[in-house]
């Protein structure tokens, strides 16, 4: 997809730069795709292949078969080379030690007039802001309707009026209302909770499409009241730009490179059912209680392009636990220094995480269990040594296999917090059981000596380097698979 | 309306399930609701499939969890 053709503003840091930066990476298929599971349909098939392209969709069907005039994109960040270079980092397999790194040097944002803000290009007050017009998806075959699920909510505490972002999920339910999820432990609902506390509705602005770096530096974990427009700058290296929002001012900034800004009110104690809703577990999330938008304003680019993330799909997973990796890096590195790469894979949801250690010492792996096991999202983490990829799978097995004694590895802690989510739950549980297997081979005990373990077997890299040769000249096609 | 309440506590090494159902009393379609959602009694509870809302106590059968 080519960068905005116009000359209004100047190039800044946005989804459309990203989208010059990976046009090689670009898959725009031809004619209209359904916004209803079409598109999505299209990430499973991909995702099925092992092939992560972003996915413009110029034609997005509507439901009533209209086609919208704002295009779609999709599968941003499913695969994690791409996700890594957004950031600059060349090996997305160092992207945890980067991730921490940047967000832990943060750059205040810049505050930019009205007229220098392309997301206030198209200003819809009132009457003429209407949710429909926008290609909203519905993606699994049990949604209940369309939802927003790159919507990125910043509410503000209202007490230090300092402001939070984080996705949360929208059902599309009229032209100006929709039903929201904020987690009820997160930070914003903290702040929904406070106004309404007050008699007050909450204020709220829902922003979409821009470069991952924004994207991924919002997810930062921060202490409350505690913005993510640092953070997001830190990843930039340079200052965000903000724009007062056109219906709360500076209460509520809202990135100027943004794509659309929902702005509304979450009225006070005005609860909607929301759900089922295809979640990143891979389950549907059952039906909850949410709070609900009434709409107020929608502002856009006047040649706005939709972002949608597949939820559930490496779309949604590869960013977050990529997120997920620099957040534990950090939280480790301080008790457990041999710490080197971190993977939260994808197969794992948002539940299990691989830490590679360099030659950890006696009792480092365990203290880099302990440090991990506090996070709350994760169920199991897994402490392995340097010859391990953390990003093969069938290693990590193979590893768990060869270098576990159960009883012996195993640190299991019950009663901590977790997604409530997870299907696996016990019935009225409040929080989870996790457990933390420590599958490095033991240290040497004497100084100068092999490890108290045996080798690996397999052929030498001279042996190996032949055989790709023969091999590499090889049609193998239609040849047994495993 | 029939409302079902499964046992609230597994024997130690048993596997029971933590997902409460609702059939919706238009048209008897199951979907899963939060116990939450179903205890504040005053929230709708939305039918995904026909879109009909109705209080939890209105529902043609509860199974919770």
């Known amino acids: 997809m080519a960068p905005a053709g116009r000359l209004d503003f100047p190039i800044m840091t946005d989804l459309r730069t990203f989208l010059a930066e990976e046009a090689r990476h670009v898959w725009r298929p031809d004619g209209p795709v359904d916004v209803v599971q079409g598109i999505t349909a299209l990430q499973y098939g991909l995702e099925a292949r092992g092939r992560h392209p972003v996915i413009a969709i110029d034609q997005p069907r509507l439901a009533g078969g209209a086609i919208s005039d704002m295009p779609v994109v999709t599968n941003l960040t499913a695969s994690r080379d791409l996700t890594a270079r957004a950031l600059g980092v060349a090996d997305h397999r160092d992207f945890a030690q980067a991730y921490a790194a940047r967000t832990a040097t943060p750059i205040d944002p810049e505050i930019v007039a009205r007229a220098e803000a392309p997301v206030q290009e198209v200003v819809q007050e009132g009457k003429d802001a209407d949710l429909f017009t926008l290609p909203v998806l519905t993606q699994h075959v049990l949604d209940p309707g369309p939802y927003l699920t790159a919507a990125h909510a910043t509410t503000y505490d209202p007490g230090t009026c300092i402001d939070n972002t984080a996705i949360q999920r929208c059902w599309v339910k009229g032209s100006r209302e929709m039903s929201y999820f904020p987690y009820p432990v997160s930070h914003n609902m903290r702040n929904v909770r406070k106004f309404w506390e007050r008699g007050e509705a909450c204020p709220v602005a829902f922003w979409i499409g821009h470069h991952p770096k924004v994207l991924m530096g919002t997810q930062a974990k921060l202490s409350y009241p505690e913005s993510h427009w640092q953070a997001a700058g830190g990843l930039l290296g340079e200052p965000l730009r903000l724009v007062p929002s056109v219906t709360f001012g500076d209460k509520i900034m809202v990135p100027a490179d943004a794509e659309i800004v929902i702005e509304g009110w979450a009225p006070a104690n005005e609860w909607r059912a929301d759900g089922p809703f295809g979640e990143y577990t891979g389950y549907m999330g059952a039906q909850v209680a949410a709070p609900v938008c009434e709409v107020a304003c929608i502002t856009r680019r006047g040649d706005a392009i939709y972002h949608d993330y597949g939820s559930g799909l490496a779309d949604m997973l590869v960013p977050d636990n990529m997120v997920m990796e620099g957040k534990i890096f950090a939280m480790i590195k301080p008790v457990a220094p041999s710490i080197r790469r971190i993977h939260v894979p994808v197969s794992g949801r948002r539940f299990h995480a691989y830490l590679q250690m360099d030659a950890p010492g006696i009792g480092e792996p365990r203290d880099a269990l302990m440090a991990a096991l506090a996070y709350r999202r994760l169920k199991a983490i897994f402490a392995l040594d340097g010859d391990i990829d953390i990003f093969d799978d069938s290693q990590v097995m193979w590893a768990l296999a060869t270098r576990v004694q159960w009883s012996r590895d195993a640190i299991i802690a019950d009663g901590l917090s977790g997604s409530l989510m997870d299907p696996g739950l016990p019935r009225g549980a409040r929080t989870v059981s996790k457990v933390g297997i420590d599958a490095t081979l033991p240290p040497s005990e004497v100084a100068g000596a092999p490890q108290p373990a045996p080798p690996r077997s397999g052929v030498s890299p001279e042996a190996r380097a032949a055989a790709e040769r023969l091999l590499s000249r090889l049609d193998v096609t239609g040849w047994p698979e495993m | ?65």
């Not at chain 2, 079902?4 to 919706?24: D, M, Y």
């Not at chain 2, 009393?25 to 609701?33: D, M």
């Open chain 2, 1 to 65: 309306m029939s409302e079902r309440r499964l046992p609230s506590h597994s024997p130690p090494g048993e596997k029971r399930g933590n997902t409460s159902w609702v059939a919706c009393r238009a048209c008897e379609t199951w979907f899963h609701v939060t116990s939450d959602l179903l205890d504040r009694g005053e929230v709708s509870l939305h039918c995904p499939k026909c879109h009909d809302e109705f209080a939890p106590a209105e529902a043609a059968k509860i199974v919770r969890a």
